[in-house]
């Protein structure tokens, strides 16, 4: 039907159709097969559109790749107040976003519409192979294994290797800053990554890896974009997050193959790999000796896990805790800087909860103790999440609303800061209240709202022994440090990097502090004290705007005791 002239100037093409004949040159089909393109791109952006908010048009074929490019809090912010559901296109990704705490809940709890979605970078650097991979009833049972790692009692565990590195960065921390302010999201960041090793691997790691780990970690973080060339070009940012993670599996594998001999000649746990190995070993034994000898049956019954599979597993809870856990404690020493009425607080419980003693080991029945310490906690998570949005795919397609169906293959986001920040269950939500944790604010009524962990089969692994790794660092630090925070004009700006920081880096300055002052301020405090009005005028006093001494009233009761006893 068609044919093709070759003229002196261009090339001719000639179609005919009922009798005409019509000629195109190569440049009006090569416009017409990009019209048909752009089309396509349109209309089916359009359909997957349907009624919900989103860009009117899609900028062809790219969408809105260049904002995704430069992601700021405000531009998610105004993206979530654009509607419960939103979406934008991205190059071929259609992406829905869920701001309301309802629609992220659904999601967050539907694993048979929706899986964790990884970026490619992802699966390079963590290994195709790793759990966090899995889905359904594979993740469901590989997780089951790894719940026991998080116990109270194992979390108990931790906590003596853990002191020990707060000791030696609090250190540090002074004398980074003696001479003036200085940008401390680094050495967070620093700090993270040895509590992690510590209490990942124990002693079984040396303060030269720790410090090798935090120097390459930067560079997992770095390659984690949304977009990567799809090669692994050498001295590309996913070349050298790869070899990040080399790094950092050789110190893993040598820390599992130091773990299985102790725990084989039955030392105690010291770490979550012994913890890890010696559940291990306690499965086998039952299932060689079997309930016949009385073997003492294990809590859990799992196989047994190659070090390259525990390596992996811990390459991913570091990857899964790094930047969450250094985010939350960049912001929490902001915070407590820029409210002394609250660091005050602190000091106050958490020299009372030792009677005195500054030194005295923290303990996880001394953390259970820390209840005002752990409302600051929960508050700072609340206000600042260190994860702002979770992504996942859609299996198929998802009907998440009566007049709306998640189309199949797309990316679905559910947002957790909208929850966090709702007016009805955190009144003034963007205020700093640790109080509205206590038993006179609304917080705790709420907990489908508490989403700074997620929700559902991939809610977080780590959640309690994060919660109680932040209080145990602030509240130690609280009375062995002083410190005061520098304010500038990007203090409070949220920095997207993986999580959130403050933009300006939180310029910080430390000093040694005394608590015996305090200590015997409170002594005489409680002595002052007349008996009969005990409580009765501080509890007038309190309101959920102030931070008031309510928890000096309690602590003052715990000091009676102290007091009586001595
Ligand atoms: C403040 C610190 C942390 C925050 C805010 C945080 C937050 C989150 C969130 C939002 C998720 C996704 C949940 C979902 O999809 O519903 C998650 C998953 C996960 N987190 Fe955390 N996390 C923190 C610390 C940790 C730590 C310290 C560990 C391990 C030691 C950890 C291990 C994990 C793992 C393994 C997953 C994936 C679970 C799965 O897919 O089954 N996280 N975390």
């Not at 004398?175 to 040895?194: E, G, L, T």
Request: net charge neutral.
């Amino acid at each position: 039907m068609g044919t093709t002239n070759v003229t002196e100037s261009a090339v001719k093409h000639t179609l005919h159709l009922f009798g005409h004949e019509l000629h195109f040159s190569g440049w009006t089909i090569c416009f017409t097969i990009l019209a048909i393109l752009i089309a396509y791109d349109q209309i089916s952006y359009q359909i997957q559109k349907g009624t919900i908010p989103g860009p009117i048009v899609k900028i062809p074929f790219m969408g809105s790749f260049l904002d995704s490019m430069k992601p700021t809090f405000e531009k998610y912010h105004t993206k979530w107040m654009s509607g419960p559901l939103s979406c934008v296109s991205v190059f071929h990704k259609f992406v829905v976003i869920a701001s309301e705490r309802e629609m992220s809940r659904k999601i967050l709890n539907s694993p048979n519409y929706v899986q964790p979605c990884v970026v490619d970078a992802g699966k390079k650097i963590l290994k195709p192979n790793n759990w966090v991979f899995l889905d359904g009833k594979a993740h469901v049972e590989y997780r089951k294994g790894l719940n026991g790692l998080f116990t109270r009692r194992a979390l108990a565990n931790y906590l003596p290797a853990q002191e020990a590195v707060y000791n030696k960065y609090f250190k540090e921390f002074l004398d980074y800053s003696k001479d003036d302010y200085k940008q401390y999201m680094i050495p967070f960041r620093d700090i993270n990554v040895a509590v992690s090793c510590r209490t990942f691997c124990g002693s079984y790691i040396s303060d030269d890896a720790i410090t090798e780990i935090a120097d390459h970690y930067w560079r997992i973080t770095a390659a984690m974009e949304l977009v990567n060339f799809p090669i692994v070009l050498p001295f590309t940012k996913i070349w050298y997050g790869i070899k990040a993670r080399d790094v950092v599996m050789k110190f893993f594998m040598n820390a599992a193959a130091q773990s299985r001999k102790n725990m084989e000649a039955g030392k105690p746990i010291t770490c979550m790999m012994d913890e890890w190995i010696h559940e291990m070993i306690e499965a086998r034994e039952y299932k060689e000796k079997g309930a016949a000898e009385g073997a003492e049956k294990p809590s859990i019954l799992i196989r047994d896990f190659s070090d390259e599979e525990i390596s992996l597993t811990f390459l991913s809870f570091l990857f899964a805790s790094q930047d969450a856990t250094s985010s939350a404690m960049t912001w929490l020493f902001q915070m407590l800087a820029d409210n002394p009425e609250v660091l005050r607080k602190v000091r106050e419980e958490q020299i009372s909860i030792r009677n005195g003693d500054p030194k005295a080991p923290i303990t996880i029945d001394l953390v259970d103790k820390m209840e005002y310490t752990r409302w600051v906690v929960k508050e700072c998570l609340r206000l600042r999440p260190p994860v702002l949005m979770v992504p996942y795919r859609v299996k198929k397609g998802f009907p998440i609303r009566s007049d709306y169906t998640i189309p199949k293959d797309s990316m679905v986001v559910p947002t957790l800061w909208c929850a966090l920040h709702d007016p009805e269950v955190f009144p003034e939500p963007d205020n700093f209240i640790p109080e509205r944790w206590g038993p006179e604010g609304t917080a705790e009524k709420s907990p489908k709202s508490w989403l700074v962990f997620g929700t559902g089969p991939h809610v977080c692994l780590g959640q309690r022994y994060a919660v109680m790794h932040l209080i145990a660092c602030i509240g130690k630090a609280s009375i062995e440090l002083d410190w005061k925070h520098k304010r500038t004009e990007d203090s409070d700006t949220q920095m997207i990097f993986a999580t959130t920081f403050p933009q300006d880096m939180c310029y910080l300055k430390f000093s040694p502090f005394d608590s015996t002052k305090l200590w015997n301020e409170l002594r005489h405090k409680k002595h002052e004290k007349p008996e009969k009005h005990e409580g009765h005028d501080l509890q007038r006093e309190q309101s959920i705007n102030t931070v008031a001494s309510s928890t000096t009233e309690s602590l003052a009761e715990g000091l009676t005791q102290t007091v009586t006893e001595a």
